[in-house]
């Protein structure tokens, strides 16, 4: 599974995950029923611990083979914290 870090400007913040296992990953870390994505129907979630307190919220986006965590920028390195995973800042993405 791949994932990286794009920020759009200085307040938004973009997580991708990408990977056969997205959709199972993510059913039981986050607070809507990953099922109901679709690539014209975005969802709003929160992210949860692993004991299920809410850590951030979000807006959930399908794009392609891709999953698009969208939300605040400062918060949004601790996703990939959250999710396992190191971030990386994508420069052709910012603001």
Do not use: C
């Not at 109901?36 to 959930?60: E, I, Q, S, V």
């Amino acid at each position: 599974m791949e994932r990286f870090f794009a920020s759009l400007d200085g307040e938004r913040g973009v997580l991708e995950i990408a990977g056969p296992e997205r959709r199972e990953f993510l059913q039981g870390l986050i607070t809507n029923d990953v099922a109901k994505l679709t690539p014209d129907r975005a969802l709003y979630a929160a992210l949860l611990t692993a004991h299920g307190r809410y850590l951030h919220d979000f807006f959930l986006a399908e794009q392609g083979e891709t999953f698009l965590l969208d939300g605040e920028a400062a918060r949004a390195r601790r996703w990939g914290a959250a999710l396992g995973t190191a971030a990386r800042d994508i420069p052709a993405l910012a603001g």
